[in-house]
């Protein structure tokens, strides 16, 4: 079965200074896809970036970027000059060969003034 | 419309009442998922549509939940004899078809259903 883990519960970052979050995950399959989404107190889910797993070459979404170790299963989300809007529950999720999201904890991001 | 729309956002039960929730994907979309994220976790699987048909309904946890999507589009999740443990926040999201690979889900604001 696929799991998904992100160890950080909370983290805060001051405002213009970088932030990563890490994520690990477990699964059998070779190809997949991964995602991270971002979830403000209006709790819609909103993709950040995806990555898939048989490019090599590291997903980048302007001041959102991974770093993707296929080897080691770890799905880590960099964001970059961070904003007073990107405080939200980020999660990191695995999409599996029938399309449904597995999702982690997630990671609660405070960007501080 | 222009996005995943769901409703009500906000939904108070009485334990062992009867709810509704329903689900507007994307114009289009084929596949519909629902979620249920309970306060401080990630979203969990619940079931899966294709157009009409259920393809997948292993996350539902119990024959007291049962979701339809008759007509391919609206679909509604119903929750028989509510118990506390049901309260969460239920989680609409749809994507094009299965054959778009990694297709991205476009998810709903949400209903927090709160049992008493």
């Known amino acids: 079965a696929q799991t998904v883990t992100q160890s950080q519960p909370e983290m805060s970052v001051q405002e213009a200074e970088t932030v990563t979050l890490s994520c690990t995950y477990d699964t059998s399959e070779n190809n997949y896809y991964l995602f991270w989404y971002k979830q403000p107190p209006s709790r819609q889910m909103i993709l950040v970036i995806r990555q898939e797993a048989y490019k090599q070459q590291n997903a980048t979404e302007n001041r959102f970027s991974v770093n993707f170790q296929k080897a080691a299963k770890s799905f880590s989300l960099k964001i970059s000059d961070s904003q007073l809007g990107d405080t939200a529950m980020y999660f990191c999720a695995f999409m599996t060969d029938t399309d449904k999201l597995i999702f982690g904890t997630g990671t609660r991001l405070q960007v501080f003034p | 419309g222009a996005g995943v729309s769901q409703s009500p956002r906000y939904k108070v039960a009485k334990r062992g009442q009867d709810v509704a929730l329903r689900c507007d994907p994307i114009?289009?979309?084929?596949?519909l998922f629902w979620y249920q994220q309970a306060l401080g976790q990630g979203p969990e699987f619940l079931t899966y549509?294709?157009?009409?048909?259920?393809?997948?309904k292993s996350g539902l946890p119990s024959d007291r939940f049962f979701a339809e999507r008759p007509e391919g589009s609206v679909s509604t999740l119903k929750i028989q004899r509510t118990q506390q443990e049901d309260s969460a926040v239920y989680l609409c999201?749809?994507?094009?078809?299965?054959?778009?690979?990694?297709?991205?889900?476009?998810f709903g604001q949400g209903t927090r259903l709160t049992v008493v």
């Open positions: 549509f294709q157009n009409e048909a259920q393809l997948d």
């Open positions: 999201a749809s994507s094009l078809p299965h054959n778009t690979p990694g297709a991205e889900a476009f």
């Open positions: 114009s289009g979309h084929v596949s």
